[in-house]
C-alpha cells in the first residue's frame, strides 16, 4: 500500500521510488508472457509507440505520471509503458478471468453498499493499493498492478463514486488495433475516477470514451447503481431495479450483446461462476455482510471452474487480488494473492 500525493509526476515518483522491486517483477512476467506467445515485436513497438502518442496528447497527467514512476523506480520509461500499455493482453483470449458483485439496499444486512471484485490472470502482476491525493483536494483510492495507471481493478473517489470491471474476451468481438491512435487499450477506470463526481457522469464517460475492447463494468454512487456492457463500438445498460444486485464474470446477459459471448464449451468459466455467484447471493440475500461477500469470492465449487482461481491444467489463470469497498464507510480492503489464503474465519454452530 502507497500513500501518494501532489502532482502526477509527483505521484509517480513516489509509487516508483516505493514499489520498485515489484514493478521489476512485473516487467519480467510481462517479457515472460511476451515471449512464450511468440509476440512479433517489432509489430508490438509499433503499437505501443503510436497509443504512447495518443496518451501523451490526450491524456498528459497519465503521461506525466508514467515519467514519474520510471525516473522514481529507476527503471526505463519503454519498460513502464509496457506495463501501461497492455497490449500483451491481446495476444490471446481468456487471459483476464475476473468476477465482480454489487449489494445494497434491502440485498444487504445493514443497508451499506459493497462493491467486491476477484482479479485474476494468468500473467501474475503483483497489485498494489494506491491511496492518492491531490492538489485540488480530490482522493482516489485505486487496486491496480504496481507500475501501471491506466487500468484499476478496482476504485473509488472522494466525490462518493466506485467502479470495478470484468474483461469480456471472444473471436465474435476482436480488437481493434488499428485504433491505437485515438483510443484506449481498455476503458481508463483511472480517468473515470479523475473526472467524474456522480455514476451519472461515469455512465456518460464510459458511453463516450474511445476503446479498443469491450469489457463489463459496475458503476455506483450513493443515488445510483449501474451495470455497462460495451464493446468497443456498443454501451448496454442495466440498472439496479431495487433488488440491490449487481454482478458478472466474463460475459454479457443483454439482449443486446449476448449474441457475442463465446460458447459454454469454449470458455465454461465465465458461466459456472456467474451461476454460482448467483446461487450464493440468493442464499444470503437480504444478509448479506461484508464476509459473506469475501466468502462466496474464496469459493473453490465446480474446480477448475471454481470462483477463487488457481492455477491448473489448462486453466492457467490465478486469483491475484480480491478488493472491496464500502461506499458510506469510504473503506477499501484488499487481500493481495487468493482470498482463501487471507480470509480465515472459524464457524460455531
Same mark, same amino acid.
Given at each position: 500500500m502507497v500513500k501518494v500525493k501532489g502532482t502526477p509526476y509527483e505521484q509517480g515518483v513516489m509509487q516508483g521510488t516505493e514499489l520498485r522491486e515489484v514493478i521489476l517483477h512485473n516487467i519480467r512476467e510481462v517479457g515472460k508472457k511476451m515471449a512464450s506467445d511468440h509476440v512479433d515485436m517489432v509489430r508490438y513497438e509499433e503499437f505501443v509507440k503510436k497509443n504512447a502518442a495518443f496518451l501523451k496528447q490526450a491524456h498528459s497527467d497519465i503521461f506525466e505520471e508514467m515519467k514519474g514512476i520510471s525516473d522514481g523506480a529507476e527503471i526505463p520509461f519503454d519498460d513502464i509503458l509496457m506495463l501501461n500499455i497492455p497490449a500483451y493482453f491481446m495476444t490471446g483470449y481468456?487471459?483476464?478471468?475476473?468476477? $465482480?458483485?454489487?449489494?445494497?439496499?434491502?440485498?444487504?444486512?445493514?443497508?451499506?453498499?459493497?462493491?467486491? !471484485?476477484?482479479?485474476? $490472470?494468468?500473467?501474475?502482476?503483483?497489485?498494489?493499493?494506491?491511496?492518492?491525493?491531490?492538489?485540488?483536494?480530490? !482522493?482516489?483510492?485505486?487496486?491496480? *498492478?504496481? *507500475?501501471?495507471?491506466?487500468?484499476?481493478?478496482?476504485?473509488?473517489?472522494?466525490?462518493?463514486?466506485?467502479?470495478?470491471t470484468t474483461g469480456f474476451w471472444s473471436a465474435k468481438?476482436?480488437?481493434?488495433?488499428?485504433?491505437?491512435?485515438?483510443?484506449?487499450?481498455?476503458?481508463?477506470?483511472?480517468?473515470?475516477?479523475? !473526472?467524474?463526481?456522480?455514476?451519472?457522469?461515469?455512465?456518460?464517460?464510459? !458511453?463516450?470514451?474511445?476503446?479498443?475492447?469491450?469489457l463489463n463494468i459496475i458503476i455506483v454512487d450513493r443515488e445510483d447503481a449501474w451495470l455497462a456492457e460495451m464493446t468497443r463500438d456498443e454501451v448496454s445498460i442495466e440498472k439496479d431495479n431495487g433488488s440491490g444486485i449487481l454482478f458478472r464474470t466474463n460475459h454479457y446477459r443483454s439482449e443486446r450483446l449476448s449474441h457475442l459471448n463465446p460458447e459454454e464449451t469454449e470458455y465454461p468459466s465465465t458461466y459456472f461462476r456467474y451461476r454460482r455467484m448467483e446461487e450464493m447471493l440468493g442464499k444470503q440475500y437480504g444478509r448479506i455482510r461484508f464476509q459473506d461477500l469475501f466468502r462466496i469470492m474464496s469459493d473453490h465449487e465446480n474446480g477448475v471452474n471454481a470462483i477463487c482461481r488457481h492455477p491448473q491444467e489448462g486453466a492457467p489463470s490465478r486469483t491475484i487480488s480480491t478488493s472491496l469497498f464500502v461506499l458510506e464507510d469510504g473503506e477499501a480492503w484488499t487481500t493481495l494473492g487468493n482470498p482463501c489464503d487471507s480470509l480465515k474465519y472459524a464457524l460455531l454452530k
Amino acid at each position: 500500500m502507497v500513500k501518494v500525493k501532489g502532482t502526477p509526476y509527483e505521484q509517480g515518483v513516489m509509487q516508483g521510488t516505493e514499489l520498485r522491486e515489484v514493478i521489476l517483477h512485473n516487467i519480467r512476467e510481462v517479457g515472460k508472457k511476451m515471449a512464450s506467445d511468440h509476440v512479433d515485436m517489432v509489430r508490438y513497438e509499433e503499437f505501443v509507440k503510436k497509443n504512447a502518442a495518443f496518451l501523451k496528447q490526450a491524456h498528459s497527467d497519465i503521461f506525466e505520471e508514467m515519467k514519474g514512476i520510471s525516473d522514481g523506480a529507476e527503471i526505463p520509461f519503454d519498460d513502464i509503458l509496457m506495463l501501461n500499455i497492455p497490449a500483451y493482453f491481446m495476444t490471446g483470449y481468456f487471459n483476464q478471468e475476473c468476477s $465482480m458483485i454489487m449489494a445494497r439496499g434491502k440485498a444487504t444486512a445493514d443497508g451499506c453498499t459493497y462493491v467486491i !471484485k476477484n482479479r485474476d $490472470m494468468s500473467t501474475y502482476i503483483e497489485q498494489a493499493v494506491i491511496e492518492r491525493e491531490y492538489p485540488d483536494g480530490l !482522493k482516489i483510492v485505486e487496486i491496480n *498492478g504496481a *507500475g501501471t495507471v491506466t487500468y484499476p481493478a478496482s476504485g473509488m473517489n472522494s466525490y462518493g463514486v466506485g467502479v470495478t470491471t470484468t474483461g469480456f474476451w471472444s473471436a465474435k468481438a476482436p480488437s481493434d488495433l488499428e485504433a491505437a491512435e485515438y483510443s484506449h487499450i481498455f476503458l481508463n477506470v483511472h480517468l473515470l475516477l479523475a !473526472k467524474c463526481r456522480t455514476a451519472g457522469e461515469a455512465l456518460e464517460y464510459v !458511453k463516450n470514451s474511445p476503446r479498443m475492447n469491450g469489457l463489463n463494468i459496475i458503476i455506483v454512487d450513493r443515488e445510483d447503481a449501474w451495470l455497462a456492457e460495451m464493446t468497443r463500438d456498443e454501451v448496454s445498460i442495466e440498472k439496479d431495479n431495487g433488488s440491490g444486485i449487481l454482478f458478472r464474470t466474463n460475459h454479457y446477459r443483454s439482449e443486446r450483446l449476448s449474441h457475442l459471448n463465446p460458447e459454454e464449451t469454449e470458455y465454461p468459466s465465465t458461466y459456472f461462476r456467474y451461476r454460482r455467484m448467483e446461487e450464493m447471493l440468493g442464499k444470503q440475500y437480504g444478509r448479506i455482510r461484508f464476509q459473506d461477500l469475501f466468502r462466496i469470492m474464496s469459493d473453490h465449487e465446480n474446480g477448475v471452474n471454481a470462483i477463487c482461481r488457481h492455477p491448473q491444467e489448462g486453466a492457467p489463470s490465478r486469483t491475484i487480488s480480491t478488493s472491496l469497498f464500502v461506499l458510506e464507510d469510504g473503506e477499501a480492503w484488499t487481500t493481495l494473492g487468493n482470498p482463501c489464503d487471507s480470509l480465515k474465519y472459524a464457524l460455531l454452530k
